[in-house]
């Protein structure tokens, strides 16, 4: 890093660096969907086989995001029992009310009724249907805009195929979109534990938090840096007074 940074500093560039995230050693997904599923509170429709989960219709569900879950309530009656289940769910750390969720800077309308974080070697999984045989065909893509959900699973391709197979299917499958068929480039596999790092809940260990990197003569960060502060330390070494 000292090398990269000496490079620019050659060319007289302003060097500033920031990691989007902080990463952490995960071994334990968490379902919280199908959670209430089990429940009852969480409603899926049937198309063609296939469960998508119906938000509106659903009394409970939840947007995961890596360690963090936005849990909404359209029955506001269940909030009790809801926080019970989640309390009691193996992996979860906390479950944050409108009162937690004030004090932790997360009172915001579109943050849930409910917030749950993780512990730290877990995370949440989308995942809403209880058999794999009716998942829907973009669970097995890569497919941000219909997955409830962050799947970080999309990183992976299934492990049971040999790399001759993956690579045949990958030709099949782009064949047969080169001819104008329907096609889904469904080699994702619906296996949670292939995932061993996440994000979003405040490890133990200071080597995993997210680092912020930059020379600016004059501007001295406190250590550790909170985190509305840093567009302010950016701007500042930017030379600007602008609130980014």
Not at 214 to 238: C, I, K, N, W
Request: aromatic residues 8%; proline residues 6%; contains cysteine.
């Amino acid at each position: 890093m000292g090398d990269l940074i000496a490079f620019f500093q050659a060319r007289g560039v302003q060097v500033i660096i920031l990691s989007e995230y902080g990463l952490t050693r995960v071994d334990t997904p968490i379902d919280i969907n199908r959670l209430f599923h089990r429940q009852g509170w969480l409603t899926v429709k049937d198309e063609l086989g296939r469960e998508t989960l119906d938000a509106g219709a659903s009394r409970v569900f939840a947007v995961a995001d890596h360690q963090v879950a936005h849990v909404y309530l359209n029955d506001r009656s269940l909030e009790g029992r809801v926080r019970g289940a989640l309390e009691a769910l193996p992996g979860v750390a906390q479950v944050l009310d409108a009162d937690a969720k004030r004090a932790g800077g997360l009172d915001h309308p579109r943050a849930g009724d409910l917030v749950a974080v993780a512990r730290e070697n877990a995370w949440f999984t989308y995942y809403y249907w209880l058999d794999d045989a009716v998942a829907p065909d973009f669970a097995r893509c890569v497919d941000i805009h219909r997955k409830p959900g962050y799947d970080p699973v999309e990183l992976f391709t299934n492990p049971a195929w040999s790399t001759l197979g993956l690579r045949a299917r990958l030709v099949w499958r782009l064949l047969r979109k080169r001819l104008g068929f329907r096609m889904l480039m469904d080699v994702i596999p619906l296996d949670a534990s292939l995932v061993r790092g996440s994000h979003g809940g405040r490890p133990s260990r200071e080597s995993e938090w997210p680092v912020l990197l930059f020379e600016a003569p004059g501007v001295l960060p406190v250590h550790p840096v909170p985190s509305p502060d840093v567009h302010g330390l950016l701007a500042q070494a930017m030379g600007s007074n602008i609130d980014i």
